[in-house]
């Protein structure tokens, strides 16, 4: 069956050049990054030269990145990390009395964040507020736009974090993070960014965004599962999360997944390299697939299109219709994309993010999000042109409530 | 996957003329997997779809009464099932259909049972999420119809251009008396593969083309209640959903509305029901009937548990059209029920009178009384 893939947003082929890069170090260069012998002090500088190739593309310094497991640990790190160290909690650091009782003294931090993180963010922020911090969920607009003014209402004395993600995973929507970074200079807050969606499709700057922290993930850029970074601009305060030896200067131990940091490196500077032509060309791909499926499909809408996007997403409603069915039914035809979020099980949840932007949960079910990737072609697009209306007419055709709505408009 | 199963080549003419997609709704057990298996033998391009029904961690005052992968919607079933796609090599999705389940299935079986009735939630569940959304979804993604694990057969009757639901092969697996609700419309899109099938041919068959849950054990109980116990799930969900519970108990009286003892709460008593009634005269007592507006349980001796009609409501023809005059039909008032002859007359387009030519025990509020004609099911409705 022919198959196309429009779901970039949730992961991407690992680029045959970064295989390329990685394959040494699965068997020839096999050695500990950690060790002091010249296998090991070869594997070190892959690493290093990795860290640099990362920290290049946002603008970083390389000693600011540490290596992670993915996005996921990479913003638990930074959010537990920053509220274990802030203030209120130093006089507890010394007595390192394990986490219970350091989370104990966590009363009263307040942390902002919004209200369309990734689970990764929002999770976090939920097991601290089982230990005392207060937490703000910035509301976001019809666009998935939080509003600058609720930003600056919202920090208050006890503040010690303002995590706000890049872009949005489900909308591609961005976030004013220059200005908000402005808002959190200002008041002396630390401001960490989930960057897993935008890393390598708009261009970052931590030094332009005022960011302290900026989590990575490699899998949606090109690089493999399982490795990903975290940035921490000099002097920034942060616990560390787990305990070990003292790789990465024992701020993130373990030993160093030395081809994971090799892909990763790799696919930075191919992201960095290409990140214009690419976002050019996916953009104009993506607002065809857009457009084509406006006239295609009757009623059909953009959910967030009106404001900053990333150049590769578009997230439609297709009213009357079970974006499960609608998944399924193209993935059966061949076409993958996606809707809302997956849990555990696989069946598909309402999405937090439709919810947010003001859908009713019967719209939110009826969406669908096509993410393209880096060899998105216009066959691509033309297939999805192709399939997408005539699966959305056969469940319409097939739906009680769509058929009920269609008549009372006439 | 090149072996001929001669021996179960005796399904319905009907798959002869079924060629497209027929989605599969899999529950993870050996039934439903087989039916997978069976279908595709028969070159039939096949889609699963598993349910996710019901999330057990809501009610966490029911964590650990059992064992996890006797729980509905557990993940070991949804794996169970992936696993047999995988085997099989057919594309299978889980589906949600939560929201449907506690709307049409859960919610109803609390109120029945606060209300002092004794409900089936497999029929709601049949006819409300398996052949409604779920059918509905199955059409949507290109399938013609869904299968599904039932014992039970459909036939089409060329005389009457009616489809028919009858009773399996298998007499002791049958279960037609919890399908009398399905619609002609819905029966006309719905396979039961396993109707001509005995549960050793399907075992069978399932160990046959190794299938992982081949020696998958029966879950006997409600899915949703995996540990059996009904009072404590109603309590727990009322509880949840702020339904008010009459828990402070209320009168046991007897025929003759003296009071004999004092209740925990209507929801735990059913039709029938002796256990911890205690004894009058030496005689065990039993539960007769159950007034949840007085709160109070009616009890007697075996004799008063014996009637000769019901009426029933929602009542639903299959095989016939709405007949205008009594008919003659051999009844069934519960699963294990031996069915018994009657007349059954309807009273209007919703309701009948079933009055049986001798009494029978038990005859409870909230189950279904479903109508046969030797193997065909006529059609059916709810006791009142």
């Known amino acids: ?410 | 996957m090149n072996g001929t199963v001669t021996q179960f080549d005796i399904l319905p003419d009907r798959a002869e003329t079924h060629r497209g997609l027929i989605a599969v709704a899999m529950s993870g057990g050996v039934d439903s997997s087989t039916v997978a298996a069976l279908l595709q033998l028969q070159g039939r391009a096949v889609v699963g779809l598993t349910m996710q029904l019901w999330n057990q961690r809501r009610l966490p005052e029911l964590q650990g009464t059992g064992p996890a992968q006797h729980r509905c919607c557990s993940l070991d079933d949804v794996y169970d099932a992936k696993s047999v796609a995988q085997h099989l090599n057919f594309p299978h999705y889980v589906v949600n259909f939560e929201e449907q389940f506690e709307a049409r299935v859960v919610r109803p079986f609390v109120d029945h049972y606060l209300a002092g009735r004794t409900p089936i939630a497999c029929t709601n569940c049949n006819t409300d999420v398996k052949f409604e959304p779920l059918l509905r979804m199955a059409r949507q993604i290109g399938a013609e119809g869904l299968a599904t694990g039932h014992y039970a057969r459909i036939r089409k009757n060329d005389e009457t251009s009616r489809w028919e639901l009858v009773r399996a092969r298998d007499d002791s697996k049958d279960q037609s008396y919890f399908l009398w609700g399905l619609t002609q419309e819905q029966l006309c899109r719905s396979e039961f593969p396993l109707g001509e099938l005995t549960k050793e041919e399907v075992r069978a068959l399932a160990r046959r083309v190794n299938l992982p849950v081949a020696e998958k054990p029966e879950s006997m109980e409600l899915c949703f209640v995996p540990s059996g116990s009904y009072v404590q799930f109603i309590q727990a969900y009322s509880r949840e959903s702020g339904i008010p519970l009459q828990d402070g108990g209320g009168e046991i009286v007897n025929e003759n509305n003296e009071v004999v003892g004092r209740h925990n709460g209507v929801h735990n008593f059913t039709i029938g029901q002796r256990k911890g009634l205690g004894f009058a005269a030496g005689k065990p007592l039993y539960v007769l009937s159950i007034d949840p507006e007085k709160n109070r349980v009616v009890v007697g001796e075996d004799d008063g548990l014996r009637k000769t009609t019901c009426e029933v409501q929602g009542v639903n023809w299959i095989s016939i059209e709405e007949p205008e005059a009594p008919l003659r039909a051999s009844v069934k008032i519960r699963h294990k029920h031996e069915p018994a002859f009657a007349a059954v007359e309807p009273l209007d387009a919703n309701r009948a009178r079933v009055t049986f030519d001798a009494p029978q025990r038990a005859i409870t509020p909230g189950q279904a009384a479903v109508f046969y004609d030797r193997d065909r099911v006529l059609g059916g409705g709810w006791i009142l």
């Not at chain 1, 975290?230 to 030993?255: A, E, I, S």
């Not at chain 1, 994309?337 to 555990?344: D, E, I, L």
């Not at chain 1, 072609?377 to 055709?397: G, H, Y």
């Open chain 1, 1 to 410: 069956m022919n198959r196309v893939y429009l779901d970039f947003n949730a992961t991407t082929p690992v680029e045959p050049e970064v295989l390329d890069a990685m394959l040494p170090y699965f068997s020839a260069e096999f050695a500990n990054a950690a060790s002091i012998h010249t296998p090991g002090q070869k594997a070190r500088a892959a690493v290093e030269t990795a860290r640099e190739k990362v920290a290049a593309l946002i603008g970083a310094r390389p000693q600011e990145i540490v290596f992670t497991s993915g996005g996921t640990e990479s913003d638990n790190h930074a959010i537990f990390g920053i509220v274990a160290a802030s203030s209120g909690a130093k006089q507890n650091e010394a007595a390192l009395g394990g986490s219970a009782a350091n989370r104990a003294t966590e009363n009263g931090k307040h942390i902002i964040t919004t209200a369309i993180e990734h689970e990764a963010v929002l999770n976090a922020c939920q097991a601290l507020e089982k230990h005392g911090v207060r937490v703000t969920y910035l509301p976001v607009d019809r666009e998935g736009q939080i509003d600058l003014d609720q930003l600056r209402r919202a920090i208050c004395p006890e503040t010690v974090l303002i995590s706000i993600m890049h872009a949005n995973n489900e909308l591609g929507a961005v976030q004013p993070l220059a200005a908000i970074g402005r808002i959190a200079a200002e008041a002396d807050v630390y401001l960490h960014t989930d960057a897993v969606q935008s890393a390598g499709k708009i261009p970052i700057d931590v030094n332009a965004l005022g960011v302290d922290l900026l989590s990575i993930s490699g899998h949606k850029l090109y690089a493999p599962k399982g490795i990903g970074a975290l940035y921490v601009r000099g002097g920034t305060r942060v616990r560390q999360l787990l305990y070990g030896g003292h790789h990465q200067r024992g701020f993130r131990p373990g030993t160093e997944n030395v081809a994971g940091i090799v892909g990763l490196g790799k696919a930075a500077e191919m992201a960095r390299m290409s990140l214009a032509d690419d976002a050019r060309r996916i953009s104009a791909l993506r607002d065809g697939l857009q457009q084509g499926l406006l006239e295609l499909v009757p009623h059909s809408r953009v959910n967030g299109g009106r404001a900053a996007r990333t150049p590769n997403t578009t997230n439609l409603v297709f009213p009357g219709v079970e974006g499960e069915a609608l998944l399924i039914a193209l993935d059966l035809k061949g076409l993958a994309c996606s809707t809302g979020a997956a849990c555990s099980s696989g069946a598909v949840e309402p999405s937090h993010v439709l919810t947010a932007i003001g859908l009713p949960a019967e719209e939110a079910r009826a969406s669908l999000r096509f993410s393209l990737g880096r060899h998105t072609t216009s066959a691509d697009i033309d297939f999805a042109l192709n399939v997408v209306p005539a699966a959305v007419a056969q469940l319409r055709e097939l739906s009680p409530t769509y058929r009920k709505e269609a008549t009372a408009n006439r």
